[in-house]
């Protein structure tokens, strides 16, 4: 008897440390466990193929819940903060050393009743709607966010992020965000004010970032990992990391921000494809498009918000040619295309495998460290049910002159973990998580 009661007893005392461990955790923000990161879920939108995280802040007079779409080129948060009301919140003023950080360029005023958004002499910061190209200067601000730690297994614990900045959203910007209930972009490009940039010196973590898109949220949430690893992907056992492919990340040196100072370089993330294979054979066209020319005109980015892959019309319609004709000696059928995409084929007479349709693998050839590394498309990062028993290339034509050669877009990444090493300027890939039985949607827990 006596033996139990202690046993209860020393059962209790364990669990008021943990408690105390975790409060005392919960109350320093600078204090992560060792092996931890900082973790946001990613949802993907079937209608609008576009990626969305959540994050909130919980402040004295405020709790806010915030949808915001995952913008990896961009260069700041902002939310709608017409509904915000904390106490704890402060705008920063013109020509401060935050607004500087934050490229804060105009000084605004503001007509109507003073609320976080609307004040004078604030600093004004650039935001953009990729989708409508609207431009506008909005109030920039701070206040302390809420953010989760992960051991890369399960989503731990909640921290405060202090003096978090951001901009307050106008109305029109808000407008043609896609998805009804979007009412934010959450921006990850190289400049100080990004999401992953405020975090990892928030809490000391190294300055890296690591995306996992899931191609659908049905049966779980991707991830958004801050400050390294380990990257778990349930129900593998192992840190992900460990196969990582490593690529340099470039930089594009003219600016490709809608408003940007002369002469600065890109913030946006680029890397060297030096050739694309299909089933092994080289696609051939002009090679020059694959480097910047002086006006930062060519290259290879990464973007999450182009749901395709988007390629220059002149090595798009040649990888079109070769990829029907590796699928035609497969016995693949091609049938009438449904834009907007240029092959497509009779599903049925596609085979199945283990990451999907089992289709041409096509290969992005990318400068290494000693060797080159590829990127390996194959599968369901390759094809889209466009309609009934018709899977297409979901790849598209980006006309005869766009700004970049090549947009690596959302479909393409899905499934493979991305780790963006900002301190390295090195981007680690892993291959399709499907060959290892898992993905980018599954459930963390508490
Ligand atoms: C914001 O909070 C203040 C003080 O608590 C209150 O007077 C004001 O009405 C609130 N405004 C909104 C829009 O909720
Ligand atoms: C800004 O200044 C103008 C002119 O002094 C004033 O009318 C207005 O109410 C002020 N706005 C805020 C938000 O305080
Ligand atoms: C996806 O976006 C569409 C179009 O904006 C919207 O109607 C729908 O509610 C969104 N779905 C989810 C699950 O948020
Ligand atoms: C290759 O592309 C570059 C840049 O667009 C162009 O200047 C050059 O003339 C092209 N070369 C050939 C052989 O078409
Ligand atoms: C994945 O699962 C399949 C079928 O359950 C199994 O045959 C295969 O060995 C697994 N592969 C890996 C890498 O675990």
Not at 62 to 77: H, K, M, N, R, T
Not at 170 to 193: M, Y
Not at 255 to 270: I, K, L, M, N, R
Request: hydrophobic share 35%; proline share 6%; charged share 15%.
């Amino acid at each position: 008897m006596a033996t139990s009661k202690s046993h209860i007893a020393t059962l209790i005392f364990f669990f008021l440390i943990t408690i105390v461990a975790f409060s005392y955790a919960a109350l320093d923000p600078n204090k992560l466990p060792k092996n931890t990161a900082i973790h946001f879920p990613i949802r993907k939108n079937q209608t609008t193929l576009q990626y969305y995280t959540t994050f909130d802040f919980l402040n004295p007079g405020s709790f806010i819940v915030v949808d915001a779409l995952i913008d990896l080129g961009a260069q700041s948060v902002w939310f709608d903060c017409r509904s915000y009301n904390s106490s704890s919140y402060k705008r920063a003023s013109c020509g401060s050393n935050k607004c500087k950080k934050a490229m804060g360029s105009v000084c605004l005023g503001c007509n109507l009743t003073p609320r976080p958004g609307c004040s004078n002499n604030t600093c004004g910061v650039f935001a953009y709607n990729p989708f409508t190209e609207y431009l506008t200067a909005q109030e920039l601000g701070e206040d302390t966010m809420r953010a989760s730690s992960t051991d890369g297994r399960y989503v731990l614990i909640d921290y405060d992020v202090p003096k978090f900045q951001f901009s307050c959203a106008d109305e029109d910007i808000l407008q043609g965000l896609p998805g009804d209930n979007t009412k934010g972009l959450v921006g990850l490009a190289r400049t100080q004010v990004s999401l992953a940039s405020q975090i990892s010196s928030s809490f000391n973590l190294p300055p890296k970032f690591a995306l996992c898109l899931p191609s659908s949220s049905k049966n779980g949430l991707g991830d958004i990992f801050i400050g390294g690893g380990p990257y778990y992907m349930p129900p593998v056992i192992g840190d992900q990391s460990s196969s990582f492919a490593r690529t340099p990340l470039v930089v594009n040196p003219v600016s490709t921000a809608p408003v940007s100072s002369e002469g600065s370089p890109s913030d946006e993330y680029f890397i060297s494809v030096k050739q694309i294979e299909i089933n092994g054979k080289h696609v051939s066209f002009n090679s020059s498009l694959l480097s910047f020319d002086k006006n930062g005109v060519g290259g290879t980015k990464i973007s999450t918000i182009a749901p395709y892959t988007t390629l220059h019309a002149s090595i798009y319609k040649r990888l079109l040619k070769d990829f029907v004709k590796e699928a035609t000696l497969k016995k693949i059928k091609r049938v009438t295309s449904v834009a907007p995409f240029g092959a497509c084929f009779d599903s049925k007479t596609i085979s199945k495998s283990i990451t999907g349709p089992a289709v041409p693998d096509i290969d992005l050839v990318l400068e290494g460290n000693m060797v080159s590394e590829k990127f390996k498309l194959s599968g369901s990062n390759l094809m889209v049910e466009a309609k009934k028993n018709v899977l297409c290339l979901a790849i598209v034509d980006g006309g005869a002159e766009p700004r970049t050669s090549i947009v690596l877009g959302g479909h393409q990444l899905e499934d493979h973990l991305l780790e963006f090493d900002l301190s390295t300027s090195i981007l680690g890939f892993t291959p399709s998580l499907l060959l290892s039985n898992t993905s980018c949607s599954h459930y963390r827990l508490f």
